[in-house]
């Protein structure tokens, strides 16, 4: 159907797990994708693997979202190949564990600088190419943690819910100002990517592991990352151009409880 034909689209975090399945299904569907990851090896990998179906469709960029002289030199890079960025999808994070009592300083800061931070900059910094390739849309990844919380995730909760109120924030000032740039929020629950292995582990790994994040979604499994991937294309296509400033809960119904 080639729902975002045209679309440029520049992805952080974009070597493996969600980011990976968002620029294969966003170039399966007719956009140019920049692929962004302090693990050049695997953003190369996975740029490579598009490119074998959609030729020159996919770049690999190295990148350290929380490096503004990084982030300077890779939105150049991807508005060099792609002729613009009209797409920008935040999706790097670290998820951590702890309390307010047993998390640390550094942990602390580190989790917002990745988290957050890295937001608040690369959107800046991206804003004038979006506003050169309007409509354009900014799509950050959240968490069903910065909706609800855990006694355990003081850092990740604090963080993930801090891109949901800058996402709005965003939308706001793109909506009050004229342009027609979108930005949402996504919020996906356990999902089958590398960042849910600690979680198994802590559960007692494997299918034990497994079975104890699944026993609290209503829908009984976990996400895959397709799941979270056809809201991504949604949000990246002309379709969702009266859509700004909303939450997108990818969640099985969990936070419904």
Known sequence: MARVAGKKAFITGGAQGLGACFARMLADEGAKVAISDINIEGARETAAAINE???DAAIAIEHDVTKKEDWERALSEANDFMDGV????????????GSIESETYENWRLTQSIDVDSIFVGTQLAMPYLKQNQPASIINISSVAGLIADGMMVSYNAAKAAVWMMSKSIALHCARSGYDIRCNSVHPVFTRTPIIDPLIQHGGGGETGEAKLVRQIPLKRLG??????????YLASDESRFVTASEFKIDGGITAQ
């Open 224 to 233: 895959e990352p397709e799941d979270v991937g056809y809201c991504i294309l």
């Open 53 to 55: 179906v959609h030729k």
């Open 86 to 97: 009209s797409v920008l999808i935040n999706n790097a994070g670290i998820g951590t564990a």
